[in-house]
Each structure stands twice: as structure tokens, then as C-alpha cells.
């Protein structure tokens, strides 16, 4: 039994140096299960090495992170957590590798060490490529495929290990609006079919405060909002990008978006 | 040219000929897999590195009178952990690592061969490969590790693609990424060594490197990059073995030329 308002991340009083300077400083926040949270915040914030820390990749300098109530030092069952890195699209076009098979990766776990794949991950694997609507170029190879495609078959390989919380670091970057509207849509899909909670880094405010639950503001200090109809967005951003920040937003705008097309 | 086949068929009769076939086989096998992983994780040069320090261990086993292929072994293991500790403690680079061992290792071979009175046959031997006078004892040997490195690349490919691939995120699967990686570079070790009594320690690389980069070039998925690799490999090191063997020249070179051989026909199917 899942208990809906289960606290899945919990963030302390959290201070982060990156080569001797606070890049995060003192971020106490929660993240509920289901939540779909939008980080935003200027370039250079934070926002990148606040997911590093949560992940254990860098050290923090205090503070305390829980994951599914554990405290992350002792924490072990990361196949419950999957991340896509900024950079997850940047690797070298030649390398030889399929879409099929980079998904496949996905299901590599402690669990299964030096043993082959058996026939439920492959049927995963479809599934995660089916659900991001690259089934039909699963034998293609991924250096040949557009930034978009590339995305979304890096997103299936996070999406196959069936994790209940994703990370996304800025996954549409460079992307054409439509196809990051489709984006979006997948991950609202995602979220609510799924009850998978979201974490995702994104420069697109409109599609934050019209999609998503919870807001992050990153700028060395770190600021939590839940989004509701009544939220002034511009209250909330002031907090990370300065007094003078104005984004101009209409709740209505957003109204067809919530649809399912 | 009319009686080539007959000569070839001739050949294949013959002892010697025999156990350079069996073990240049099964060092190609292992040789051309690891070389793939290596040009994916950008490492190959590693392999020219560790060859060269091996020659430290191959004199010691000259020196002592013991089979140069166990000393040499264990330096090369050495190595290995001494350039990834050297990395990883931030002393060194990945290359400049690669070249204080392969300096450390040589010319500990220079000074103990100067000890011993000069180069033997034996050493030159190692230096330029003796596949056709392979003894049966080191048939076995060259088997054996052989075999081992292979059953460790077929155990755990996954997860060595999976930290070829991405090295960062593969440390959130939960794999354990410094057990594999080293046991990864004890197994490059041991091929290498295996493979220097197979060409010698000069051409060792080309052994390791060409087949794969013939692969890439044909642009295919994983596992069919993985096929590719060995069936070149093993084609160019037989196809090498014969010519050597019905001409009379050396087999190192003539194993070299067709490797390149398979790397240009592979770069023209992938380039068309």
C-alpha cells in the first residue's frame, strides 16, 4: 500500500560547496510522491549540483538528505531512482550502440551482475520505448538520431528501470516547441498514469507553472512553492532571478494544455 | 601460385603450425573483444604502455630462467593498478601515467639485460613475436589466459558496456563500477602479455586495436560490433599466419598487414 502523501525526498538545511564556494546554500525542502516539481533559477545557480548531491555523485557540505525516509548515506536502492544528466545527449555519435540497446542498459542493476538480460527486461524495454514513441527506430542507431529522439530514448532508459522517482536535468534544451510540448505531455502522462514523481530541471516557465505541482527556485538559495491556480508565478521567481524579474504569464493560456490530446 | 592450396593443406599437417593456429586464435578472441572496450572507454593506448613495461618482467624471466610469461604478467598487473591509483590520486593524467609505467618497465628491462650480457634470441623473440615456434607449454599457457579474459568479457559485457557507455550514471545502477573497472584492467593486462608471445611486444597493439576499429567502421548495433570485431580479427591474424608461413616472412608483419587489409575493406563498406 502507497501512502499518496509519502515525503520521498527530504532536504535539510542542505549547504553544497563546488570548489571551495556555496554554491547551494542552506535548501531545506519536501518532495511528496506524485509531486512534479519544476526547478528553475538563473544559469549557474545551482540547480544541476543540487540534483548531483541528492544523487550522491558530489559530496555535501552539511545537511541532511532523506530518500523514501532513509538517510541518503545509508540509502541503497537507487533502481528506484533514475536520472537523466544534461549532458546525457552529448556522447560520442559512433558509438555503436542501437536505441534498443541503450534502453536495455537500463535494466543493468546489482540484481541481475554478470548475467544476461532475460526475456521481461526486453519486454521493458519495448514498453519504455513504446510509451516514448520510438518503438520503430528501437534498431536504429542512436548517433544517427535527432536531439529529440536522442532525448527521448535517453528518458526510456531512465523510464525502463521502472523508478518512482525521475530526475530530469534540462531534458529539452535545443529542442523545437512542438516537440517539447509533446515532451511535456508525456511526462504530465507519466506523472499522473504513472504516480511516478517528477523532478525536472527546465528554462520553459510557462510549462512549469501550467504543468507541474511544486516549484524550485535555485539561486544559491533555495525556495519550494506549490503551484495552484491562484500562485502569482512572479512572487515566486522575484525569489531567484531578482526584484526586477517580470514574466509575463496568463493563467488562461494554459487551459488547453491540461488536455490529453 | 597453382599449388598455393596444396601448401596451405600442407601446412595445416604440420605440429608447429598447429599450435600457432590454436593460440593465435584464442589470443585474437580475446584480444580483439577487450580492444573494443578499450577504444569505447578511449583507452587504447594503454595497451602500447603496458606492452612496453612488460618487457621489464619478460627480461627478469629471461634473467632467472623462469617463463618470462609469469614475471611479465605480474608487472604488467602492476601497471595497470599503478596508472588507474596514479589517476585516480590525481599524480597523473591517463597518457602521462601510461608513460611512466611504460618507461619504468622498459628500461627495467634495458638494465637487467645489460646485467645478463646482451640481447639473446630469446629476448628478440618477445620483442617481435614467435607465434610459429610457440612450445606446447606455452600453447597452454596462452589457452588458459586466454580463456580467462574471455569468460570475463562474456560475463560481464553488460556491465562493461553499461560503463563504457556512461561511467557516471552507471554508478547509480547500484553496479560496482572500481570492482569491475579494475578487474576490467587485470584482464587487459593478462591479454596483452598473452599476446606478446603471439606477435611480440612492439605490434601487441596493433592486435588489440585494429579488429575493433575495423568493426566501427561498418556502423552497427553493439552486438554486431562485438561479431564483427572477432571475425576480423581472426581472419586478418590466420590469413597472416598462412602468408607468413608458405613465404617465409615474418609472421608479426605480415599479421599486421592484414589487419590493415580488413581496416581498409571495412572503412570502404562503412564509408559507402
Known amino acids: ?261 | 601460385m597453382i599449388d598455393f592450396l596444396p601448401a596451405l593443406l600442407k601446412l595445416l599437417g604440420y605440429q608447429f603450425f598447429q599450435y600457432a593456429l590454436i593460440g593465435g586464435v584464442l589470443a585474437t578472441l580475446a584480444c580483439a573483444w577487450i580492444g573494443l572496450f578499450l577504444i569505447l572507454r578511449k583507452e587504447s593506448m594503454i595497451v602500447d604502455g603496458i606492452a612496453h613495461t612488460a618487457f621489464g618482467g619478460i627480461a627478469i624471466g629471461v634473467f632467472f630462467s623462469i617463463n618470462p610469461i609469469l614475471p611479465a604478467l605480474l608487472i604488467s598487473a602492476i601497471a595497470v593498478l599503478g596508472i588507474s591509483y596514479m589517476r585516480k590520486k590525481g599524480l597523473a593524467q591517463s597518457d602521462s601515467a601510461i608513460a611512466v609505467m611504460l618507461a619504468l618497465g622498459f628500461s627495467t628491462g634495458l638494465i637487467i639485460i645489460s646485467l645478463a650480457g646482451g640481447f639473446s634470441v630469446e629476448l628478440f623473440s618477445y620483442l617481435f613475436g614467435s607465434i610459429l615456434t610457440i612450445s606446447y607449454a606455452d600453447l597452454i599457457i596462452v589457452s588458459a589466459l586466454s580463456i580467462t579474459a574471455l569468460l570475463f568479457l562474456s560475463i560481464f559485457y553488460k556491465e562493461l558496456l553499461c560503463i563504457s557507455f556512461d561511467e557516471e550514471s552507471s554508478r547509480l545502477t547500484g553496479i560496482p563500477v572500481e570492482i569491475i573497472s579494475t578487474a576490467f584492467n587485470i584482464m587487459v593486462a593478462v591479454t596483452i602479455v598473452v599476446s606478446i608471445k603471439i606477435i611480440g611486444i612492439i605490434l601487441v597493439i596493433a592486435l588489440i586495436v585494429i579488429p575493433a576499429l575495423s568493426a566501427l567502421q561498418l556502423r552497427l548495433s553493439f552486438k554486431k560490433t562485438m561479431a564483427a570485431t572477432v571475425i576480423l580479427g581472426i581472419t586478418g591474424v590466420v590469413a597472416g599466419l598462412f602468408l607468413s608461413a608458405a613465404y617465409d616472412v615474418a609472421t608479426s608483419g605480415v599479421i599486421v598487414f592484414a589487419l590493415l587489409g580488413m581496416f581498409i575493406i571495412s572503412a570502404l563498406i562503412g564509408r559507402r
Open chain 1, 1 to 261: 500500500m502507497v501512502l499518496t502523501n509519502e515525503c520521498v525526498l527530504g532536504v535539510e538545511n542542505l549547504n553544497i560547496a563546488r570548489s571551495g564556494s556555496l554554491v547551494v546554500k542552506d535548501a531545506s525542502f519536501k518532495i511528496m510522491r506524485r509531486d512534479y516539481v519544476g526547478i528553475v533559477g538563473p544559469n549557474g545557480g545551482g540547480k544541476t549540483t543540487l540534483f548531483l548531491a541528492i544523487l550522491g555523485l558530489i559530496p555535501a557540505q552539511s545537511g541532511r538528505i532523506r530518500i523514501f525516509g532513509q538517510d541518503a548515506p545509508s540509502f541503497s536502492s537507487w533502481e528506484r531512482i533514475a536520472y537523466v544528466s544534461q549532458d546525457a545527449i552529448n556522447f560520442d555519435s559512433n558509438f555503436p550502440i542501437t536505441v534498443r540497446e541503450l534502453v536495455s542498459l537500463g535494466r543493468v542493476k546489482r540484481g541481475n551482475l554478470g548475467r544476461p538480460l532475460k526475456r521481461d527486461d526486453w519486454h521493458a524495454v519495448d514498453d519504455a520505448l513504446d510509451f516514448m514513441g520510438i518503438l520503430d527506430i528501437g534498431e536504429k542507431r542512436v548517433g544517427q538520431l535527432s536531439g529529440g529522439q536522442k532525448q527521448r530514448a535517453f528518458v526510456a532508459k531512465a523510464l525502463v528501470r521502472n523508478p518512482e522517482i525521475i530526475f530530469l536535468d534540462e531534458p529539452i534544451a535545443g529542442i523545437d516547441a512542438a516537440t517539447q510540448e509533446r515532451f511535456y505531455q508525456k511526462m504530465s502522462d507519466l506523472n499522473t498514469a504513472r504516480g511516478i514523481t517528477i523532478l525536472m530541471v527546465s528554462h520553459d516557465l510557462a510549462a512549469v507553472f501550467c504543468r507541474m505541482s511544486k516549484v524550485i527556485c535555485v539561486n544559491r538559495s533555495v525556495n519550494v512553492s506549490d503551484i495552484s491556480p491562484d500562485t502569482d508565478p512572479n512572487s515566486v521567481l522575484r525569489e531567484a532571478y531578482g526584484e526586477h524579474f517580470h514574466f509575463v504569464y496568463h493563467r488562461h493560456e494554459c487551459a488547453g494544455e491540461f488536455k490529453n490530446d
